[in-house]
């Protein structure tokens, strides 16, 4: 019989009579200080908490763009730990010079004296600031993360972050957030705290997209097949823009290669800046012969189960990735989108005319879509026939755009607004088990500037759950439930709908005033 106790003799501590599973389990509770003394007892207790040990301590690992990202080359040179490595993030955690000032209004002034914060050394903070700046502008940060992915064979997730995470377990007295290596080292040198909630990026540094392009280019370089990628960045109005996605010829068959088996990918876009043509000059607003680059990373993608797109500030990108879904419904039902063109956008590339239709987005179940604005038409084809596997669905601060032809336009009280023709239709052959929607929004023809977009709103319900902000509107609604019950919450929801303008119920008296839903 297998002995399945840690000890194989008779040992005088009782502890290595225990079964394996048991010791595994009772040490989980313990600290990190105590499971440490405990592996240093014995080294029975050593080698089999070893395993345990790798795969809590070195499979997730968060690094900042530093000279600490050797530490990352250590560990992808030893045998047994570089093998459970399969989580890598690269902290924003992005150091300025200016973060030194005592005030913020002394960063818009040149002078010599300016007021240093208590308990930072503004010397170090600028030797690490520029040290960061060098890691990035020389390349070298492409380098390391190179040299280290190399010699990590199991990593399958890439995440960059620039706010701090809960862990996935977490001992007592420890913490419980996952923070960058090195931010240890660089509050004792510089008094810098990276431990705050707050993000550490500016708007216009463009820190974000060069640390997404290099570590996605060694990625790729080095042979990885991801499973996974996120770009998780809180700061308001920040987001990755175009040029991020960019990626030379030479480079696209081995991304390709990286993206092909891509389940899960989650991204925080803003394309109100774009460069043109280096980090120092941009625009606000696209050239008309400018791709987003965006959507060539997507064509490599077609098996994701999970897509979500948040686009930050007030975007140009507008319907283009809804735009760029309604364009793979056309080629699966066999229509030609040549010349086609999305704000600017080059349309479908033309090797995706020879995906077969399984290829097609058909196995995503999640997708989740933030701040944008299309046309009903086009988020209709999205919703309704790009892949009947989706699961679950979350629609955040999007807007529908109706053209003059639409039937609501027509002074018709049974097609008050476009939303509630798409949830009708849903409920027809939807495949939905969770849907959440907030802060949805409809847009018609400029009839004048200031009065095109209108908020949408729900009426009050018993389906699901419903909440709003402080003045009585209900703008957010969320349930879970069968197929069967979906599809029922849909006609709900679709009921409930309703767009709120005073003027525009004058000529349809399906709109809403914000008085009638007050006293609804």
């Known amino acids: 019989m297998v002995n399945t106790h840690v000890g194989a003799g008779p040992y005088r501590s009782p502890l290595l009579w225990l079964p394996c599973e048991l010791l595994v389990h009772a040490a989980s509770y313990l600290s990190s200080e105590d499971l440490f003394n405990l592996r240093l007892t014995c080294r029975r207790v050593e080698t089999f908490l070893y395993d345990t040990f790798s795969e809590e301590f070195f499979s997730d690992r968060r690094f900042m763009v530093t000279e600490c990202l050797g530490c990352l080359v250590n560990i992808s040179k030893h045998p047994h730990l570089s093998k459970h490595f399969s989580k890598l993030t690269i902290g924003l955690d992005r ?26 050394d503004p010397y170090r903070l600028e030797g690490l600031a520029a040290e960061q700046s060098w890691l990035i502008g020389s390349g070298r940060l492409q380098l390391l993360l190179g040299e280290a992915l190399e010699n ?102 081995p991304l390709r290669l990286t993206l092909q088996n891509l389940r899960s990918l989650d991204l925080s876009v803003s394309f109100t800046y774009v460069s043109l043509g280096n980090y120092s000059q941009g625009s606000l607003a696209f050239l ?48 030609q989108i040549e010349g086609s063109r999305l704000h600017g956008s080059h349309s479908l590339h033309a090797s995706l005319d020879h995906l077969t239709i399984a290829q097609r987005y058909q196995t995503l179940q999640h997708l989740e879509l933030g701040n944008m604005v299309a046309p009903a038409t086009s988020l209709s084809k999205v919703l309704l026939h790009l892949t009947g596997s989706l699961r679950r669905l979350c629609l955040c601060m999007i807007g529908v755009s109706v053209a003059l032809d639409d039937d609501e336009l027509d002074n018709n009280p049974q097609s008050p607004n476009a939303w509630t023709s798409i949830f009708r239709e849903m409920s027809k052959s ?6 959440h929607l907030s802060s ?3 847009s018609i023809p400029n009839r004048s500037p200031n009065d095109t977009r209108h908020q949408v709103a729900f009426l009050n319900s018993g389906f699901g759950m419903q909440s709003g ?52």
């Open 469 to 520: 902000p402080r003045n009585g509107l209900l703008n957010s609604w969320s349930h879970a439930g069968s197929i069967p019950v979906m599809r029922n919450f849909l006609l709900e929801v679709a009921e409930k709908t309703v767009i709120i303008c005073a003027s525009c119920k004058q000529r349809n008296p399906g709109y809403w005033s914000f008085e009638d839903i007050l006293q609804e």
């Open 95 to 120: 150091l300025y010079s200016s973060d030194a000032l005592a005030s913020h209004s002394a960063r818009n002034r040149n002078v010599n004296n300016s007021p240093v914060k208590d308990g930072i």
């Open 288 to 335: 008309s012969w400018q791709p987003y680059y965006l959507f060539r990373l997507l064509e490599c993608t077609p098996n994701l189960e999970r897509l979500r797109v948040v686009s930050k500030g007030d975007s140009f990108l507008k319907d283009g990735i809804i735009g760029w879904l309604a364009q793979l419904v056309d080629l699966s039902n066999g229509m």
């Open 440 to 442: 949805l929004g409809h």
């Open 152 to 253: 990590l064979p199991n990593v399958v997730e890439l995440s960059v972050r620039d706010a701090n995470v809960l862990r996935e377990f977490s001992r007592p007295e420890s913490t419980q957030l996952l923070v960058s290596y090195g931010v240890a080292e660089v509050r004792r040198q510089t008094g810098v705290d990276l431990l705050l909630d707050d993000s550490h990026l500016h708007l216009q540094d463009q820190f974000a997209d060069i640390v997404f392009t290099a570590a996605l280019l060694a990625v790729a370089r080095t042979g990885k097949r991801l499973n996974s990628i996120t770009v998780d960045i809180q700061k308001r109005e920040k987001g990755l823009s175009s040029s991020a996605f960019y990626s030379a010829n030479s480079i696209d068959e």
């Open 430 to 435: 939807g495949s939905l088990e969770h849907l």
